[in-house]
């Protein structure tokens, strides 16, 4: 970056990112003393992966980057289809093996994928206004694109990560110029629509639902992790019970507790403070990349960081969520804090592409 990008950069994402991955690696050397630290050893290892990946995404422009999103867009479309012919693992076919240990999940490399595609549609199909997405043919190639990976996941299963992909639609669209009366039809749609979903969905996905309306349904079998979670969260207090010595943590009652349940462990052994500072600063990444949305110096500049401003809303309300039992459990997982490689580089070239649109962005300039 030169000295006229690097002045406009808005460079609180960058430190949010550096202070989540900073607690999320001290949680996981407490929680992976009981295996020798391997988790925690693997995330220092991603960590460094995904750095070149971040730096790429942040020094290249965005707009010669989004020239390839319709081919990534194929490659993607052509992994998740691949991936469904694999062997399930916790009863999804959502990664493909690598190792015995490690494994690559391409609906979290799709997330950026979709993000660029999308703002890359929307921006041709606006191209003689942005009143053009009303138009019944434009706004149905645009979800009719959407809709193949979010019906290629929902085929895993993996009903969060479909959620996670439709909450970056919705926010995408919302800032599109899109007319009120097909917001207000979607929500009609919606509200006639759950009861057939809700009938219609797998048997552990009713189960889950069943159990957070009612954890006492069954504490031994559904509702036993929540009812972990809460009871480790609850135990912290404030300051929390100290590193390595969490009792549902070191005694193996929170289960995963390297990816869904880090907030747990958090909560447990280092208290209210660490999660409200955890909670604080993903309010923060959010809220700024919104700003980097509304400041960025074109239509797909404010695309692509309201899409990732999407991805990192939806990742955090469902997480903190439902360890705290106020959502569903889903299996979504922290970004930067909870284990996984495929994640954290995906997360990492979001970070970079905020960098990249904020560099390139004219200071007090807000688009209407």
Not at 293 to 303: C, E
Request: net charge positive.
């Amino acid at each position: 970056m030169g000295k006229k990008l690097l002045k406009n950069v808005e460079w609180s994402v960058l430190i949010v990112c550096i202070i989540l991955c900073v607690i999320g690696a001290i949680a996981l050397f407490s929680a992976t003393q009981s295996t020798d630290y391997e988790e925690f050893q693997k995330q220092l290892i991603f960590i460094g992966v995904s750095v070149p990946f971040l730096i790429l995404a942040s020094v290249i422009d965005y707009n010669v980057i989004i020239r390839f999103s319709t081919l990534a867009y194929v490659i993607i479309i052509g992994l998740l289809i691949g991936v469904l012919f694999t062997e399930p693992i916790s009863g999804a076919s959502s990664w493909f093996k690598i190792t015995e240990t490690i494994s690559f999940q391409p609906s979290e490399i799709g997330k950026v994928v979709i993000i660029l595609f999308l703002s890359f549609i929307l921006n041709k199909l606006q191209i003689r206004g942005r009143k053009e997405i009303n138009k019944i043919w434009k706004l149905f190639i645009f979800l009719f694109l959407a809709a193949i990976p979010v019906f290629l996941i929902i085929k895993e299963p993996d009903l969060g990560t479909t959620l996670v992909y439709i909450t970056v639609i919705i926010f995408m669209l919302f800032v599109s110029g899109i007319d009120k009366k097909y917001i207000i039809a979607t929500l009609i749609l919606i509200a006639i629509m759950t009861p057939i979903i809700y009938h219609n969905l797998p048997d552990h996905a009713v189960k889950r639902i069943e159990v957070f309306f009612n954890p006492d349904l069954d504490p031994r079998g559904a509702g036993y992790n929540i009812k972990q979670s809460k009871l480790a969260i609850g135990a912290g207090q404030v300051f929390g019970m100290g590193l390595l010595k969490g009792n549902q943590t070191q005694l193996g009652f929170l289960h995963p507790k390297t990816t869904d349940f880090i907030f747990s462990v958090i909560g447990e052994e280092l208290g209210f403070v660490a999660t409200g500072t955890i909670t604080i600063l993903y309010i923060i990444l959010v809220t700024k990349a919104i700003y980097i949305a509304k400041t960025a110096k074109d239509n797909i500049g404010s695309y692509i960081a309201i899409g990732i401003a999407g991805v990192f809303f939806f990742h955090m309300a469902e997480n903190i969520g439902m360890t705290i039992g106020l959502l569903p459990i889903t299996g979504i997982p922290l970004p930067f804090v909870s284990y996984g490689g495929s994640s954290l580089v995906s997360n990492f070239i979001c970070i970079g592409l905020l960098l990249n649109i904020s560099s390139r962005r004219q200071k007090a300039i807000f688009v209407e």
